[in-house]
Structure formats: C-alpha cells, structure tokens
C-alpha cells in the first residue's frame, strides 16, 4: 500500500480527531475542521480530496466485467449500472474494512472457501495422519470463514470466536473428521460442547467469545492459509 492511499482507519482517525479538536481549532466548523486535519496528516488539499482517494483504493478492489463488478475484499458481486448497488458495495466494503482493521484477518471468499474445503477433504482421504491433520483443519478454515463472514456483513464480529476457540467448540460436533483425527485436534485444541448448535458450523449470533488469543489464532489462520495455497 503506498502512501497517497487512504484507508478506512484513516477516515475514522480523522473524524475522530475533528471531533475532539473543538477547542485546539476554536472558531472552525466541523467541516472546516476536517479540511484543515486532512490536510495536515494526509497530503491532500481537504477532506473532499480525501474521500476521492479513498474511494479509489475501493475501485482498486474491483474485477470489472462489464457492468459487473466484484470485490475482491468484501466478495460483493454487482451490476454497476445501478446506483442502489453501488450504495450497498460502499455500506458492505466499509464494514469489512472495519473488520480487517481491528482483526487484522479478513475471511476468504466463496469461491475459495469451496476450493479450500476440497482440498481438506482430499487430504483426508489421502496417506498419513499428517495429511488428514491438515485436511481436517482445512474443513475448519473454510467453516470458520464462512462463519466470520456472515458475522462481518450482521455486524457482530466483535462477537465472534477467534480460530482457536472456534475449533475447540466445533470439534464437539464435527462428523466429517475421522475419528483418529478428532482425538488428536482434541488434544491440541481442546474441547467444548454445546456452544456451536449440533449439524451446524456458525458460531451462533448473539454469543460473545470467551477467549482472546487474536495472536496465536493468527499465526494459526495465516499458516494454515498458505498450507491451502501452496
Ligand atoms: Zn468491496
């Protein structure tokens, strides 16, 4: 990301700071005050500038075909030539921004996330306890992604489990890992039942995640990713 691209976050610091400069920038509106922090911190002329450079960096995540677009951040798929459209991709982009932000992780997409669980599935019918290990958590990736996502676009992913805590609870109820398999994810991540409901993998709307390891279930999220990819 070079310097002239303006973020999420970078909006949000910004308001902010408008905000409590009430009385370090007396005499200003609120309109004027963000003009004169944008141009302070950010390299532009106002926040009008501003905005356009943050919406560029949105129209940088998009395959256009035709009038259809995709998002490669938020997965939205669109016909650009209605205005209504264009309206939801900027409300849904800024909640996963949001997200990616503060999770430092953003799920992957539905296409992928069917590639990822093929895969998990062929490793576990492949030789060795290694493999079936793999593919077993590969299953859980895509789960979880798809899990994570679904809380983005309700706006409750500050409810939502980390990875780590996610697969302890969905080993309680996960038929698809042979049985050999599950005892040593068992052991690893350990196990709670009755959290996730049986026959299903979404962590379940209105429940707040007990624990806060966002580090290591990184470290979990981002090795196991480029497992998927490699
Ligand atoms: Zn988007």
């Not at 560029?56 to 209605?82: N, P, W």
């Not at 996610?166 to 350990?190: H, N, T």
Request: hydrophobic share 40%; with cysteine.
């Amino acid at each position: 990301m070079d310097h002239t691209t303006i973020t999420w976050a970078d909006l949000a610091r910004l308001k902010k700071a408008a905000k409590a400069a009430k009385s370090t920038l007396p005499g200003l509106s609120h309109a004027q005050r963000l003009d004169t922090l944008a141009s302070a911190n950010h390299r532009v002329r106002n926040y009008h500038e501003m905005l356009k450079r943050y919406e560029a960096g949105i129209d940088a995540c998009l395959v256009k075909d035709g009038v259809l677009h995709t998002c490669m951040l938020c997965g939205l798929q669109f016909d650009s030539s209605e205005p209504d459209d264009w309206k939801q991709h900027a409300q849904r982009h800024e909640l996963y921004e949001e997200a990616g932000f503060y999770l430092g992780y953003l799920p992957s997409q539905y296409a992928e996330r069917e590639r990822i669980k093929k895969l998990g599935y062929k490793l576990m019918q492949a030789e060795g306890e290694h493999q079936h290990r793999d593919g077993a958590l590969a299953v859980l990736l895509a789960h979880f992604d798809r899990s994570l996502d679904a809380a983005i676009l309700d706006n409750r992913w500050r409810q939502h489990a980390y990875f780590e805590e996610y697969v302890q609870c969905a080993l309680a109820d996960a038929p698809f890992i042979p049985s050999g398999v599950k005892r040593l994810l068992v052991q690893e991540f350990g196990e709670r039942a009755g959290v996730i409901p049986k026959g299903q993998s979404y962590w379940p709307p209105d429940l707040v995640r007990q624990t806060a390891d966002r580090a290591a279930s990184l470290k979990r999220l981002q090795a196991l990713r480029s497992m998927a990819t490699a």
